[in-house]
């Protein structure tokens, strides 16, 4: 069993910045894939970002050049952090890892950018 817990989530104005915060309740190595997801109102669930082991990253094109994800192996947490935020940013945010196969995910934390 894998647990992942977000923080960092608030009410932000739009242009702020936000960091993302998620703790694992393993080794960060042992998990291949990180990844934050967000899922507006309405909407599905969309990656936002993921990190593998060896650090390679990819990015919706959509938050390309203002999100920023990252991993601190020591600390067994990814992190997500979000500059130049729009109305549009506006969601849950969700931290998934992927472990022997499976996903796990966080509780997910909201993010509410205001215009």
Request: hydrophobic share 35%; charged share 15%.
């Amino acid at each position: 069993q894998v647990q992942l817990v977000e923080s960092g989530g608030g009410l932000v104005q739009a242009g702020g910045s936000l960091r993302l915060s998620c703790a694992a309740s393993i080794n960060l190595f042992s998990i291949n894939t990180m990844g934050w997801y967000r899922q507006a109102p309405g909407k599905q669930r969309e990656l936002v970002a993921s990190i593998t082991r060896s650090a390679t990253t990819n990015y919706a094109d959509s938050v390309k050049g203002r999100f920023t994800i990252s991993r601190d192996n020591a600390k067994n947490t990814v992190y997500l952090q979000m500059n130049s935020l729009k109305p549009e940013d506006t969601a849950a945010y969700y931290c998934s890892g992927l472990y022997l196969s499976r996903a796990y995910w966080g509780q997910g934390t909201q993010v509410t950018v205001s215009s």
